[in-house]
């Protein structure tokens, strides 16, 4: 199962094809194959080395039009780390990066997941903006 909606998958694989990072032969057989053993297509593309983790991160990002921000490089303090409780972290894949124009910016695999930014601006009580990371 991917934590990605369907359509956004579908851009992510396009648009993976269309950079010529694996051909549309390959990409069709992958799906196969990830559905034969009940993995995740990325997670294979990735395990495969056809992509790479960054790779992957910023086409997602580029596919959803969401801003991208590579978290291997970024200081966050504990004091904005400890806006999203831990469990709600891991769940939406979410990492608070801190407060920008009066919204709560939070790194997640999903940006374009719309109930996961509702429920992230919920728990904070204040907007949240969803960035590629």
């Given at each position: 199962m991917s934590v990605l909606s369907a359509e956004t998958q579908k851009k992510v694989?396009?648009?993976?094809?269309?950079?010529?990072?694996?051909?549309?032969?390959?990409?069709?057989?992958?799906?196969?194959?990830a559905k034969t053993e009940s993995v995740p297509l990325f997670s294979l593309l990735i395990s495969d080395g056809k992509i790479t983790d960054e790779t992957l991160t910023k086409t997602i990002a580029h596919s959803s039009n969401v801003p991208y921000v590579n978290l291997s490089s970024a200081t966050i303090s504990k004091s904005v780390?400890?806006?999203l409780p831990k469990e709600v972290a891991e769940r939406y894949m979410a990492v608070p990066l801190g407060e920008m124009k009066h919204r709560l910016g939070v790194g997640m695999l999903d940006p374009d997941n719309v109930q996961a930014i509702h429920y992230l601006s919920n728990k904070n009580g204040r907007p949240a903006k969803g960035f590629s990371a």
């Amino acid at each position: 199962m991917s934590v990605l909606s369907a359509e956004t998958q579908k851009k992510v694989e396009d648009a993976l094809v269309e950079q010529k990072l694996i051909s549309r032969v390959k990409m069709d057989e992958l799906k196969n194959r990830a559905k034969t053993e009940s993995v995740p297509l990325f997670s294979l593309l990735i395990s495969d080395g056809k992509i790479t983790d960054e790779t992957l991160t910023k086409t997602i990002a580029h596919s959803s039009n969401v801003p991208y921000v590579n978290l291997s490089s970024a200081t966050i303090s504990k004091s904005v780390l400890d806006l999203l409780p831990k469990e709600v972290a891991e769940r939406y894949m979410a990492v608070p990066l801190g407060e920008m124009k009066h919204r709560l910016g939070v790194g997640m695999l999903d940006p374009d997941n719309v109930q996961a930014i509702h429920y992230l601006s919920n728990k904070n009580g204040r907007p949240a903006k969803g960035f590629s990371a």
